[in-house]
C-alpha cells in the first residue's frame, strides 16, 4: 500500500508528487501514456519562471520527473477504471485487473481535446485529421491546412504551423475570435492565415484520407466545399474524469470541484490542475494546484496517523 497515490503525471501530479517525496512521504504517480500531460503537446513555454529563453514542453515534462524520480517517487504507467472507498482507504482498480491501495488520493488526471462530432472525422484521423499541430504540423510542409477553433490553442496552433503549410484556414464559428487581444493581433498580420468565418464543420470527405471540409455558415444558408490537405481540431477540452462515476462532485462539464485546499467533497481525496473547475488553465497554475494539495495531503495523513495512535 502507498501512502499517496497520484492519478496523471502532467505538471501538477509531478508538482505534487516533488513535494510529497522530498517530505519522506511514499508517492506513486498513475500515468496512461508519458509524464507531462498536455506540456508535451507545447513546442515552446515562455511564461514559466526560471526560463528567460523559454523551454520546451518535453524538456520541463522531463525535468519535472527527473526532480520527481530523484527524491524517490515511483511511476507506474497504466490506466485507472475505477476507485472505490474502504474506511479511510483509497482503492484504485486499474484497466488492467491490478488493484492499488492509499491513504490518500490526488487525482490530477487533466483534461483532453473535445471532438467535432462529425462525419468523417473519427474515420480520418491520423490520415489528415489531427488534435496536436505541434505531433503533426511537419508532415503538411507546403500543404494546405485547416484550424477548427477560435480560442488560445486553435490561434497558437494556426501561427504554429505557418512554418510548414503554404496556407492555414482558421476556421470559427462566430464572427469573432475568442483568444486573447494580443494572439489574435498576431495571427491577423499573418499573410500564411485566412480566415474563415463564420462556418462550422458539417462533414470531412475523403477517399483514403481527408480531402475537403463541408462547412456551414453560421449566420445564413450557405454551404461551401474546402480543399484541405490536413485539418487541426482545436475546439476545447474535456476533463479526464470517466473513471470517477459520480464518486466526487463535479459541475455540469465534469470538472471537480475543490476548495481552497484542493480538497473534494471526500475525505483524503484532493483535485488539482486542468481536471477541476477554475478560472485559468496555464502549466504554472497547474504547477502550484499540486503543491497546494500535496501540502494538505501531508496534512491529512499526519492528523491521520494522530488518530490513530489515540485510538490505540
Known amino acids: 500500500m502507498e501512502r499517496v497515490i497520484i492519478i496523471g503525471g502532467g505538471p501538477a501530479g509531478l508538482s505534487a508528487g516533488i513535494f510529497l517525496c522530498r517530505d519522506k512521504i511514499p508517492t506513486l504517480i498513475i500515468e496512461k501514456f508519458s509524464p507531462g500531460g498536455n506540456m508535451l503537446l507545447t513546442e515552446i513555454i ?51 485487473g491490478q488493484i492499488l491501495e492509499s491513504d490518500v488520493l490526488i487525482i490530477a488526471s487533466g483534461c483532453s481535446r473535445k471532438k467535432l462530432g462529425v462525419k468523417g472525422e473519427e474515420e480520418f484521423i491520423g490520415k489528415g485529421v489531427s488534435f496536436c499541430a505541434i505531433c503533426d504540423g511537419a508532415f503538411f510542409k507546403d500543404k494546405e491546412v485547416a484550424v477548427i477553433g477560435g480560442g488560445d490553442s486553435a490561434v497558437e496552433e494556426s501561427i504554429y504551423l505557418t512554418r510548414f503549410a503554404k496556407i492555414v484556414y482558421l476556421i470559427h464559428r462566430r464572427e469573432e475570435l475568442r483568444a486573447k487581444r494580443y494572439l489574435q493581433e498576431e495571427v491577423k498580420k499573418n499573410e500564411k492565415i485566412k480566415f474563415i468565418i463564420p462556418y462550422i464543420v458539417k462533414e470531412i470527405k475523403g477517399k483514403e484520407k481527408a480531402e475537403s471540409l463541408i462547412l456551414q455558415n453560421t449566420m445564413k444558408e450557405e454551404n461551401i466545399e474546402l480543399r484541405i490537405d490536413g485539418i487541426f481540431i482545436s475546439v476545447g477540452h474535456k476533463p479526464n474524469t470517466q473513471f470517477l462515476n459520480g464518486l466526487v462532485k463535479t459541475n455540469e462539464n465534469g470538472f471537480i470541484i475543490v476548495n481552497e485546499k484542493m480538497e473534494t467533497n471526500i475525505k483524503g481525496i484532493y483535485a488539482c490542475g486542468d481536471v477541476i473547475k477554475k478560472s485559468l488553465y496555464q502549466i504554472i497554475t497547474a504547477a502550484s494546484e499540486g503543491m497546494i494539495a500535496a501540502f494538505f495531503a501531508e496534512r491529512y495523513l499526519e492528523n491521520l496517523v494522530s488518530n490513530i495512535n489515540l485510538r490505540s
Open 46 to 96: 515562455e511564461n514559466y519562471p526560471g526560463y528567460p529563453e523559454g523551454i520546451s514542453g518535453f524538456d520541463l515534462a522531463e525535468n519535472m520527473k527527473k526532480q520527481f524520480l530523484k527524491f524517490g517517487g515511483q511511476i507506474k504507467y497504466g490506466e485507472v477504471e475505477k476507485i472505490q472507498l474502504r474506511d479511510n482507504k483509497k482503492i484504485i482498480k486499474l484497466k488492467n
